[in-house]
């Protein structure tokens, strides 16, 4: 099989990728060495791949990796500043104690960025929504509900962008 | 005289250890490791029979294919492996025992090669009749899945049945139960059911290994609850000694009882130890539709109790017999049924128990460690019948069980007195939160509303001599390191060690850290399992900081020339106020102190710390008695307020209170989160959850499409969870487990909170919103109890 | 995943690819088509990424016509949109219902209907409304009625050389208000596959109405009752006795199966009870506006 360079903008930096046709964009960023993206299932279903890909959020084991040529994609890595600040969101993440075994965490985070910034203030049920395609067997979501609605608090538009001094 | 500052010791709030990492995604899981192109794929090749003599294996088609290096099979690695019964074949040797075994294992330059690859490989089979119901194992020993039972090694404490399918049987004999049914004035007798259930942890199994081609020594990176166990194990079946594997146990994304003992580490070993290896690393990752396949699954229980009561409500004795579904090992599963066993009278006093619980062997996928290990099968069963119980004596559910409660001094059913617990305020507080025994109405027409409570009991469930060691390293700048095995899967482990060496040396929880667990650096620990970490492991942290402590007070007090009770360390200075000096912990600690004599003292400050639980006696194999069958108890409640939607089935849970005999609470956080999790996870399993198989014993379910687990969607109630703090005696703090705890009893609570709205009592789990509509029908026909 | 793939960026394009590689798979959102890959349910060994194709990106409105959903139109596309939440209020719900946000994102509601799996949530809706599947090909383009357009699970009307450019929702006639309910019965609220989806639509002009019922993942081929409609429409009236007749008319034309999922006695009963719900629910909101 042939390989085939993607170009994109990862994490606000351009990057290149060799990838083959049928590699899911969760394998191809996996071996670029951005690890946050895992495979919990691989069929779309748990959510441990979530990335963000302009402004929606999706889930990587689903989209074809040559499917973001030209295309910006973020990561849980691309949410801390160069200062190595961590987000807002993450920050809310580990003071409501949201986080227990943290393999479900980079895409529960980057699920709540994509409903923040479509619901800067959102309500119960659009949390519960936005984050519905999201498993933790972990925390029973309670905390993180917690960690939201503290995050939503904070968060209004990026106002240090993120990744770049 | 307490000569230690902290504020981020016991009890504090912190910021959890590794935390940071998990929230940028850079900390790395097993999968996420890089061995670069020297690395292998390994993926195996199932047996489609649940019970099939292997004929052949004829690989030649597989190894054709560019890429594919050598193919393993059981005969090339006929080695048996067990922690307490070696009864488990990595590789199936000569028979296949359950439709998805590994009967052979494909090594190849890539996972997709290997994928491909497995599909070549050509195996014949003669099938063979098979058993799946344990109820039927268990009696009929017509299809032994086990013919050499008797040959198998084990530990003492395990009683398996050559000539049946009982890997396990465990007894209580105690008093006279005929008698006691005799003298009470009803007698209930209930049957529950229970399928299997699946972990569900985000992180599916993956395993590395390496054996290196110069030395034979062999390297093991896994995810793995319990580094030591898997070293141990292995060790024990390749007939290795032990120094000469390491085990590096990366963080894991979720254990649950899952990734105990060893899992997939001695199939993957069965490649890196293949001669065609040739010391390259090979790589073993489980994807999630073979997860159920390739490890534990909780037991499937049939529970029968029959209890006798008398009039005036007390409990006059009870028979217990539960088939636990092991599948085709059990080599794990045998222990979830003495667990069950020797707590067989769950949170009650019964003078007269008669208990057997059986591990039965059957044609599947095969059963182990599960949080709660033993009590969530025991409790669903045992608190609906303790609430059918109270409604035959006429009696509110709460207080039956309050006045049968086991309380201080009364002994439990081996015979052990219970130790002092705050179950009685953890009720009344169950049943002031959520209003129980007072009637509420439904929220919405078509809805019917309910109430219920059950109580939750366990044990730390491990060996009499389940021992835990920690080495504190003290830097020169003052910072610590602490090397202690326990798997922080989550639970908190790391932050709750870092705060008790915070409390015992007066430094900062910053400057302090623990790593994960690597046989080669890390001193031993049994498992990270049974809820015995903060306690047991806490206990050898809290003397090794100690240790570490007494050196550094002994060395500067003879530098300084005072006595140690003189000195104070505070926030990670050492000051003595009588001299008026204080100073920061630094260079001191690793080269050593220049004495006022000229000699310099000391050195590397290493602190060790090791426990071993002192007491605990086997139960007896005829009777189950022991004057101290286990370390301690935990002991709490939860109560469920709820709502059925008539028309369909779908229960709404509205809120539910959950709380805990902690002890103590060393990491509030923590607990907290322990609480809630567990908490959602039994309601998931209550009533969602569910493993299933066609008549062939094939799989239905066997990935997130079909085996659903809670989404934020379900998880739509208040929580109100809360802890009772009375102390442990042996304890480091006066603490006691709660890991696993608020998983055993969500789902009798919701059961006994279903007969509340609905008058009928469902004999079956999962609570499914079928299930539960089929009830809603019965009860319409004027039935009382629903089987399906 | 072992697959050419190929990304045109016109309609055109893909028929050309097509006709090279006939037995090519198509991919809209992909969110069926890579599982069942993955799965081994189906082989591939080129697949077709229409992603890059602007025609077929977006909703667009025929001005008095109705509401071209091209190809490419998610479902969150689809949820956002205003003049579709107001005439096809029941589409709507059925997109919310769909999966969870992160697949919303990416699945199609056109790939939903060529997926043509039974329990597909879009199904129904469209059906209700009468859509129209509009395809493109080597020969003249042809718009079929999608009561038509699935055949057997899996199996659409599609032919070798074309392609489904877009579903046309017909616009309700000047002064009809639309009620709309997707209902539906699924192990839990999010992301699993329906085991019972009902879909009821009435057309309310003044005081009278016209009703449109469709089921899903209840039989082979999502469908409408026709004889319950016909039944509903002449009695102008919801109520317990019309119920009770429809309701088991509509129990008598679905043959749903038994699968790990639910079995055959719930759904049918399920299907007597979300019927009663969706017409009860139209009937009275239709009737108080």
């Not at chain 2, 730390?460 to 003052?478: C, F, H, R, Y």
């Amino acid at each position: 099989m042939n390989r085939y360079r993607v170009r994109f903008v990862l994490n606000h930096q351009p990057t290149q990728m060799e990838v083959k046709d049928g590699q899911t964009l969760l394998r191809a960023l996996r071996e670029l060495g951005v690890t946050s993206v895992k495979r919990g299932c691989e069929e779309g279903e748990c959510g441990a791949c979530t990335v963000l890909i302009g402004s929606k959020a999706y889930k990587s084991c689903m989209i074809l990796a040559r499917e973001v040529e030209g295309k910006e994609v973020l990561t849980s890595e691309g949410l801390v500043t160069v200062g190595s600040k961590l987000h807002p969101i993450q920050k809310a993440f580990i003071e409501e104690g949201a986080i227990q075994c943290g393999f479900c965490t980079p895409g529960m985070i980057m699920a709540t960025y994509a409903l923040l910034m479509e619901h800067p203030h959102p309500s119960k049920e659009e949390i519960m929504d936005g984050l519905s395609g999201n498993l933790c067997r972990c925390t029973g979501y309670s905390s993180i509900f917690r960690a939201v609605e503290k995050a939503s608090k904070i968060f209004d538009a990026p106002q240090e962008k993120e990744g770049e001094a | 005289m307490k000569q230690t500052s902290s504020k981020t010791g016991i009890g504090a709030i912190v910021n959890r250890q590794y935390d940071d990492q998990k929230a940028v995604g850079t900390l790395q899981y097993t999968d996420d490791l890089f061995f670069g192109n020297h690395l292998l794929h390994a993926r195996p090749v199932r047996s489609p029979h649940a019970c099939a003599q292997i004929l052949s294996i004829d690989a030649s088609e597989a190894m054709e294919m560019e890429g594919v290096i050598f193919v393993v099979t059981g005969t090339d690695f006929p080695h048996r492996f067990g922690l307490y019964l070696k009864d488990r074949y990595p590789i199936a040797v000569d028979q296949a025992r359950y439709m998805g075994e590994p009967v052979a294992l494909v090594v190849a330059e890539s996972e997709e090669i290997a994928e491909r690859a497995r599909e070549k490989v050509n195996v014949k089979y003669k099938p063979m009749p098979a058993v799946l119901d344990p109820v039927q194992a268990a009696t009929d020993s017509s299809i032994l899945v086990h013919p050499e039972l008797g040959q198998y090694e084990k530990v003492s404490f395990l009683n398996p049945q050559p000539g049946t399918n009982l890997g396990n049987w465990f007894k209580i004999r105690r008093g006279n139960v005929e008698q006691a049914f005799a003298e009470a004035d009803f007698v209930v007798e209930e049957e529950v059911r229970c399928p299997q259930i699946a972990h569900g942890f985000l992180e599916t199994h993956c395993c590395i290994s390496q054996q290196d081609l110069g030395s034979g020594e062999i390297t093991v990176w896994t995810a793995a609850q319990s580094a030591f166990a898997v070293r141990e194990i292995l060790a024990d079946g390749m007939k290795m000694p032990q120094n000469k594997i390491r085990v590096i146990a990366p963080p894991i994304g979720g254990g649950f009882g899952g990734k105990a003992g060893m899992t997939i580490e001695a199939l993957c070993l069965s490649a890196s130890t293949h001669p065609k290896a040739r010391g390259r690393p090979v790589k073993l990752f489980v994807p999630r539709e073979e997860v159920m396949l390739s490890s534990w699954v909780r037991q499937a229980y049939v529970a029968r109790i029959k209890m006798g009561v008398k009039k005036d409500g007390k409990i006059t004795g009870i028979h217990n017999t539960f088939y636990f579904d092991t599948g085709i090992s059990a080599e794990y599963g045998a222990n979830p049924v003495r667990s069950a066993g020797y707590t067989s009278t769950g949170t009650y006093y019964i003078p007269n128990v008669h208990t057997d619980c059986y591990a039965v062997y059957t044609h599947k996928p095969f059963g182990g460690a599960y949080r709660g290990f033993g009590l969530p099968e025991l409790m669903s069963a045992m608190e609906v019948v303790i609430d059918i119980a109270a409604r035959k004596v006429k009696m509110d559910p709460l207080t039956f069980r309050t006045i049968n409660m086991l309380k201080e001094g009364l002994p439990t059913c081996t015979g052990m007195p219970m130790a002092p617990h705050g179950l009685e305020q953890i009720s009344e507080q169950i049943k002031e939160r959520i209003g129980l025994g007072e009637d509420a109405a439904a929220t919405a027409p078509g809805r019917k509303r309910g109430k219920g409570i059950a109580f939750a009991i366990k044990a730390p469930a491990m060996p009499a001599d389940a021992s835990s060691s920690a080495i504190v390293k003290v830097n020169g700048d003052g910072t610590v390191e602490v090397l202690a095995a326990t798997m922080d899967m989550g639970q908190g482990a790391y932050t709750a060690y870092a705060q008790i060496v915070s409390e015992e040396m007066g430094i900062p929880y910053d400057q302090i850290r623990c790593s994960f667990p690597d046989t080669q650096s890390h001193p031993y620990d049994w498992q990270t399992v049974a809820s015995r970490s903060c306690w047991s492991m806490g206990m050898a942290v809290k003397r090794a900081a100690i240790d570490a402590r007494e050196q550094i007070l002994q060395l500067y007090a003879e530098c300084w020339q005072a006595e140690p009770q003189d000195l104070r360390i505070e926030y990670g200075m050492v000051l003595c106020e009588r001299l008026e000096r204080k100073e920061p912990l630094d260079q001191k600690m690793t080269n050593g102190f220049l004495m006022p004599d000229g000699v310099l003292k000391g050195g590397p400050i290493i602190g060790k710390g090791r426990f071993i639980p002192p007491d605990v006696v086997y139960p007896d194999s005829e009777t189950g008695q022991s004057p101290k069958s286990v370390v301690h108890f935990t002991l709490g409640a939860v109560g469920v307020d709820l709502e059925v939607v008539e028309a369909t089935g779908e229960v709404i849970i509205r809120k539910i209170a959950a709380g805990y005999d902690v002890g103590k609470a060393i990491s509030p956080i923590n607990v907290r989160g322990q609480i809630e999790g567990g908490t959602v996870q039994g309601v998931s399993a209550a009533l969602m959850e569910g493993i299933y198989y066609n008549t062939d014993g094939k799989l239905l379910n066997p990935d997130f499409t079909d085996y659903k687990i809670a989404t934020t969607k379900d998880a739509n109630f208040e929580m109100d969870v809360f802890w009772e703090e009375t102390p442990e005696a042996l304890s480091p703090y006066g603490n006691r487990g709660v890991g696993e705890h608020s998983m055993i009893s969500p789902a009798p609570a919701i059961n006994n909170a279903l007969f509340n709205a609905l008058g009928i009592r469902i004999h079956q789990y999962p609570l499914s919103r079928e299930r539960v509509y089929g009830a809603i029908q019965a009860a319409k026909r004027g039935e009382t109890d629903y089987f399906d | 995943m072992d697959f050419a793939l190929l990304r045109p960026t016109s309609l055109s394009e893909v028929l050309e690819m097509m006709n090279e590689y006939p037995k090519a798979r198509l991919k809209a959102g992909g969110t069926d088509l890579l599982v069942w890959i993955k799965k081994g349910l189906i082989s591939a060994d080129h697949v077709i990424d229409m992603g890059l194709i602007p025609e077929i990106k977006g909703i667009i409105p025929n001005e008095g016509e109705g509401i071209h959903i091209g190809a490419m139109a998610t479902l969150s596309d689809v949820i956002c949109h205003s003049a579709i939440q107001k005439d096809y209020p029941d589409l709507t719900q059925a997109c919310r219902m769909h999966s969870d946000p992160l697949i919303r994102n990416q699945a199609t509601v056109v790939g939903n209907v060529c997926s043509a799996v039974p329990s597909g949530d879009c199904i129904p809706p469209l059906l209700a409304h009468r859509a129209l599947v509009h395809t493109v090909g080597s020969k003249e383009p042809r718009v079929m009625p999608l009561e038509k357009w699935i055949i057997a699970p899996r199996t659409t009307r599609i032919l070798p050389e074309e392609v489904v450019s877009s579903v046309f929702l017909p616009q309700p006639e000047e002064g009809i208000r639309v009620v709309g309910r997707y209902l539906r019965i699924s192990r839990r609220k999010a992301l699993d596959l329906a085991q019972v989806g009902v879909c009821c639509v009435m057309e309310w002009k003044k005081s009278s109405f016209q009703t449109y019922l469709s089921y899903g993942a209840v039989s082979a081929v999502p469908f409408r009752c026709l004889e319950a409609e016909q039944i509903i429409n002449e009695a102008q009236r919801v109520d317990e006795e019309l119920l009770q007749f429809v309701v088991d008319l509509a129990v008598g034309s679905v043959q749903p199966i038994s699968d790990v999922r639910a079995s055959q006695e719930y759904r049918i009963q399920m299907v007597r009870e979300l019927t009663r719900q969706a017409l009860m629910e139209c009937y009275l909101e239709g009737r108080d506006q």
